[in-house]
């Protein structure tokens, strides 16, 4: 049962809080994504699932057998934890071969010298890397010693597979290949999976549920598209894709939405809601770029709802579409258009559910 | 790839990986307690008997602060301190401007030669300390080769090297290499493209160096400052050599004297003489912490680019390089060919031809006697003290700096600690130690081990400098890796880092084996008839005036340094001495 359970994770360096309250479950053989800016906490976050770093509150359990537990002075040693990791530089040993980084974990475990060979040669075909058996990893590629930590972590059947920035030392091509190979790598096996990065593509096309970490502190756990569509706040908004951030106010609630008028020409955009938002009056709605529809002035397609006429400030063209900068009054917005809208002037319309009210 | 429906994940589960007979936690408490006991334990009886109206051998002694009343009321005390400061502060001014100096010629300009220069200009530090001394006062010493040659024949008066200025100026030599490394490895860690930038704004090359090179030079500076002062406080060779006929007493030779001529043998007054330069020097070494910390602010991000924007030196390269080879050739190079010469004649003098005094008596005489009995001690306490503390530094630095033992963020600075203590009260201390521990002791003071462990604590600072960069180097990810697929701490230690760390461990043991054998100063009051090291043989055969046996033994422990060295470098790359500069 490789289910993992984080409960309340406390930890500082030095008068830094580096972990807030940190709590999240991986439901087996899922992948999970820690996602979050450099120094968040997330790789903080996975070297103490790993037992690397002790948390001083709180408690992780791993397929019902408990790592750790500050209350209760547990703290497993990481080499009894059986779990699989792959770091950043992937920490393949350079004075050994790709077999004798293999067999080293089975060597620890006991096995015997023909289990051993068995176990190698198979996790290598695995990763295709079987004709490599014999190189040292100065003879490797980044992308193939990259396959050859994958395996390492691997050969010996861990309960959890734990991944640290694997992919950022790839170029971006070889990137992208390796992520939908892990990905089908990891499904197939039904690994419970953490993953830590920094990149939202990657934590939005390959995990099963994603958190976004900030300071320490967990910000939203979701699927990836609620984490990219109904952000939980500012910064989730901010880092997951680009957003434009409007302030207004709140003016009313329909039962399905919340209306908030924005800038000083009078735009009032419905946002989705369920419920009406507490007292504040004035609050920020979040529109991704790309949800914002455009169409000629004139046009009074959208059935005249949720839409105004902005003024184009600048368009600049990105290939596989064009980038609006517009005015309203003097709301700024920015625009992801997959058409070129000709005229100074163009008709906005922004669907209740691109607006996502964020504070 | 979705094909593959694995049997290693449908494998049976494998056993958990054992756990060591032997608790990693119990070894590492081990390696503290012998590195603690070994730097830090001689200190305690040294302490003890500072205090003491007695030896401590001698019963019925009471606790009395007599002993530092006796030494801080001597007025010779007082005259020896004066000296001793007075050397210091113009041996740290001299040899750090001359080490930022060649620092910044070596690196950043295009003076004709650099690569070699800053190779050789590392020489006096690495050449046996003894030796070296000696050669410079068979050529610059009153009476000296050069000294006559330059007065008979050019009516020159070369500087006097028995003088306070003389001295220093010989320290100077010495260590200078000490800023130079120090400045280099600065020089190498900050980014060229800052000094680029200044160009480009429209600096010329030498506004470039006094505004943006020199002020990022400051904390090297001074973390080479307080080392070299600290060094030079506690320098016992040129003083002792030199300084006793015109009757100039530095601390060290005070301490020196009142050992050997005391009436009442073992006299409290040099423990508390010793404990009160101890504190001094351990006072510099925590400012110098401080100052290492500063450091770190200069630290430029992404110093990665060696390439060195060169400064063109224009008219000045030649004068500059001739200037360079002069400081060589009259500095070292002479000095040791002397020493070579004094090793085959009866005596060295320019009014008589070398060839007319030609003898071998000096060399023959090294395979009897005390001679050979000490080449044969050193040579033993060499190669055992190399590999021991090998060991004892390769264990404490994998605990220090690779385990989570909760002392271990202490060892570095234990490890780095005798380098700020003055070797002759290693000497004293380990002294008083032998005495306080019973049966042991005794053994240990009867015999040349006793010498070997106090040379061994003196030079350990170097192994750690040696070890240090390279376990730096060694990402802390392979050593997770191999815990994270199952390896206990012993595993991960022995089959991932130690194999990693083998090319320190190798200059480790080549650069330990000739410090100890070219060591002198804790031996002096440890030494005794049988257990005679060469650097003791040395001393008192100079004091006796046997120039030509000295000089025979020096260039034994040269000829042993160089072909060491030499081998050293080519098969490690002993790059890894230039981290002495750290010390």
Known sequence: ?359 | MTTVTSETAGALPLPRPRRPRIRAGAFQWGIWIALVGLVIGPFVPLLYASFRDRPLYEPGGVFKVEPYREVLSDPAFWHAARNTFEYAAITTVLAVLGGALVAILVTRTDLPGRRAFGALVLLPLLLPALGLIVGWIEIWGPGGYLTVWFDTRLHIKTLAIDTILGMSLLETVRLLPVAFMTCRAALARTDASLEDAARSAGAKPLKVITSVTLPMLRPALLNSATLIFTLSLASLGIPLLLGTSHNIQFISTYLYYHWTNAATPDPPSVAAGAMILLLIATALLFLRNRLLGAEERYVSVGGRANRSALVSLGFWRWPLALGFVLYLVFGTLIPILGLALTSVVTVLTPLIAPWELFTWENWQALGTGQFRQAIENSALIAFVGAILTTALVTAATLVAHRSRFHLRKTMPFVMLYPRATPGIIIGIGFFWAYLVTGVAGDWLRNSIWGIMIAFCVRNLPFAYIVMYPTMARIGEELDRAARSVGASWWRTSGRIVVPLLRPAIFASFALMFIEILNDYDPAVFLAKPGTDVMGTVMLSQFQQGFIGQVAALAMVQVAVTVIVLGIGARLFKLGALGGRHDA
């Open chain 1, 1 to 359: 049962m490789p289910e993992i359970h984080v409960e309340k994770l406390v930890k500082h360096f030095g008068e830094q809080l580096a972990l807030d309250d940190v709590t999240f479950r991986v439901d087996e053989g899922k992948l999970f994504t820690l996602l979050g800016p450099s120094g968040c906490g997330k790789s903080t976050t996975l070297l103490s699932i790993a037992g690397f770093h002790s948390p001083e509150r709180g408690r992780i359990a791993g397929g019902g057998e408990v790592f750790f537990d500050a209350e209760r002075r547990v703290n497993v040693a990481p080499e009894q934890r059986n779990l699989g990791i792959v770091f950043q530089s992937y920490a393949v040993w350079p004075h050994m071969t790709v077999f004798e980084n293999l067999a080293f974990p089975l060597k620890v475990r006991r096995v015997k010298r023909k289990e051993i060979r068995a176990r190698v040669a198979e996790t290598l075909e695995l990763v295709e890397m079987g004709q490599y058996t014999d190189r040292y990893p100065h003879q490797l590629s980044g992308g193939q010693q990259q396959r050859v930590a994958l395996a390492r972590a691997l050969v010996y059947s861990p309960s959890v597979l734990l991944l640290d920035e694997p992919f950022s030392n790839l170029d971006a091509k070889l990137r992208e290949r390796a992520r939908s190979w892990v990905k089908d790598l990891q499904s197939s096996l039904g690994l419970t999976t953490i993953f830590v990065t920094h990149d939202q593509d990657e934590a939005l096309s390959m995990s099963d549920s994603v958190a976004v970490m900030d300071r320490g502190v967990v910000q939203q756990i979701g699927v990836p598209e609620e984490i990219y569509r109904r952000p939980a706040n500012r910064f989730v908004a901010e880092f997951v894709g680009r957003v434009n951030l409007i302030s207004g106010t709140v003016t009313g609630f329909d039962g399905r939405s919340v209306l908030v008028e924005v800038g000083d020409a009078g735009v009032v955009l419905r946002a989705t809601a369920t419920r009406p938002p507490k007292a504040a009056t004035s609050v920020t709605v979040a529109v991704r770029p790309e949800a914002v529809t455009l169409g000629a002035e004139g046009t009074q397609v959208f059935n005249g709802t949720d839409t105004f006429v902005a003024r184009v400030h600048a368009v600049s063209f990105l290939g596989d579409h064009y980038e609006y900068e517009l005015v309203a009054g003097r709301l700024p917005l920015s625009v992801q258009a997959a058409i070129r809208v000709p005229g100074e002037n163009v008709r906005v319309h922004i669907p209740p559910d691109a607006c996502a009210i964020v504070e």
